[in-house]
């Protein structure tokens, strides 16, 4: 990755300088050897003994680490038209920490760790990483010892629970980082050059109070893709009846990302779209009903042995012709990017590998997520901008030692990213006369890994050169 001279860290506040500094320090030195483990990336004995203090610092946490990245992608963001911002949330499991558990706590499966959820934005034309907007990082309490509950019990607690205030669920991060996005927006971007926000979620984010919080935030819209079944103003009649029984608009073709369920494939979708009216919850008293469109896709003829897609996608965003509906649809891919991000998170950095108590890991944290954002922004770079500068992905002595790795003599001010991202990848894996598809994220981040390697060597090198 590209190491500036001045540090992005340089900007954090955490109420004393030489903190500052040891930021600086320990970004410098992840952003070297990611994912391997302290003692590799901290070579002293002193360092590491200092990057731990640094982590347990009372007057350290992840979100004195985050802000300043997020305060720099507010104002990349601010000469576009239109950013997605993407939110979505992944479990970080720790369970292996045993002398540490209080301060980790259940998420499923027998799991104990961390839930983080974040906001990624993307630029709305072509789907090309940004950085993060938000993060939000927190763990569930144990139960109790002893605490055994007959199954009658457990079910009245569930529903005393469902009556809890949007505000004391764990669902209430939907709408709380809808309001850190635009709390960001105004203190770092300008109101007349500020893009217009369209938050982009799955089903988890199909919640009434997200509608509602977005009905009353200005230049902010929603793509949702619809978890429940519900009722229409006026119609009589439900959404996931009503809405299919509508004549097909248009069919169009799909480009699916790879997931844990299928391959990647090109999907042909019929595609239907139409206003609608939701009827609001009772407990939502104004307003009434939301007024947004509808957009269902559902896949023709799938492949044999292959789930068949079928979406339905809620927006506030206007769609009454084909090409609205397509935008619609490729925003509501772009999603997947987050989830990228997040396997970069988990296998690039492998965050879920670090054994300190949880304070200390949200603020490792607060680096780790910033360093795989970055990582999936420089690979898709490659795809959306493949013909730019080198210079903006990679520093000059990484470029210099791919030139010369790859025995290249065109001046490095020449060089493009495609170029340079392909020098990268072939060190991570990547055979490209073998493979005709886009470069991956996990040979690049070990392409990277193995260039900062080859960087360290090649700067002794020149230092001790006679």
């Known amino acids: 990755m590209n190491q500036t001279k001045n540090s992005i860290t340089e900007k954090c506040d955490f109420g004393d300088q030489r903190l500052t500094k040891r930021a600086m320090f320990i970004e410098s030195r992840l952003s070297l050897k990611y994912g391997k483990p302290l003692s590799e990336i901290f070579e002293r004995a002193s360092d590491l003994k200092r990057a ?14 985050c802000q300043p990245y997020h305060l720099q992608t507010a104002a990349q963001i601010k000469a576009l038209p239109i950013v997605l911002a993407v939110g979505d949330t992944t479990y970080l499991d720790y369970k292996k920490i045993l002398d540490k558990r209080a301060e980790y706590g259940p998420i499923g499966n027998g799991g104990n760790g961390l839930i983080l959820h974040s906001t990624l934005a993307l630029d709305a034309d072509n789907g090309q990483p940004i950085g993060l907007l938000t993060e939000k990082l927190w763990h569930r309490e144990h139960e109790e010892k002893g605490e055994n509950l007959t199954k009658k019990q457990r079910k009245k607690k569930q529903a005393e629970a469902r009556k809890r205030p949007i505000e004391e669920k764990e669902s209430y991060k939907w709408i709380e980082a809808l309001k850190e996005v635009e709390k960001l927006l105004k203190i770092s971007v300008p109101e007349p ?21 977005v009905s009353k935030t200005s230049n902010t819209g929603l793509v949702v893709r619809a978890a429940h079944n519900r009722a229409l103003e006026g119609e009589n009649s439900y959404l996931w009846s009503w809405l299919p029984s509508q004549p097909i608009k248009m069919e169009v073709a799909i480009e699916l990302a790879k997931t844990k369920q299928r391959t990647e494939r090109i999907a042909v979708l019929a595609i239907r779209y139409a206003p609608i009216k939701l009827r609001s919850p009772a407990r939502i008293k104004e307003p009434e009903s939301f007024e947004v469109y509808g957009v269902y896709a559902v896949e023709i003829d799938p492949p044999e042995g292959c789930e068949r897609v079928e979406w339905m996608i809620l927006t506030t965003e206007p769609v009454t012709n084909e090409e609205q ?6 925003w509501y891919t772009y999603r997947w990017r987050i989830e990228e991000y997040h396997k970069i998170l988990k296998s690039g950095c492998k965050a879920e ?23 999936l922004k420089m690979t898709y770079l490659n795809r ?29 001010v020449d060089l493009t990213v495609a170029w340079a991202m392909q020098a990268v990848a072939r060190l991570g894996g990547y055979l ?12 690049l981040w070990r392409g990277f890994l193995e260039l900062q390697s080859l960087c360290e060597g090649w700067q002794l090198r020149s230092h001790f050169k006679v």
């Not at 050059?193 to 919080?213: L, S, Y």
């Not at 944290?365 to 970055?374: K, S």
């Not at 490209?432 to 040979?443: C, M």
């Open 193 to 213: 050059t500020r893009p217009k926000i369209i938050h982009v979620f799955d089903r988890e984010g199909d919640i009434a109070e997200v509608f509602a919080q």
């Open 432 to 443: 490209s006369h073998r493979k005709k598809s886009n470069i991956g994220i996990t040979v």
């Open 52 to 65: 731990y203090e640094f982590f347990a610092n009372p007057k350290t946490s992840l979100s004195s680490v």
């Open 353 to 375: 590998s670090y054994r300190l108590s949880g304070n200390s890991m949200q603020v490792l944290l607060g680096f780790l997520t910033n360093i795989a954002a970055q990582l």
């Open 384 to 412: 959306t901008e493949p013909e730019a500068p080198a210079s903006s992905v990679l520093n000059e002595v990484q470029l210099e030692v791919l030139a010369a790795k790859g025995r290249k003599s065109v001046p490095v």
């Open 325 to 330: 509906a397509q935008t619609i649809l490729r």
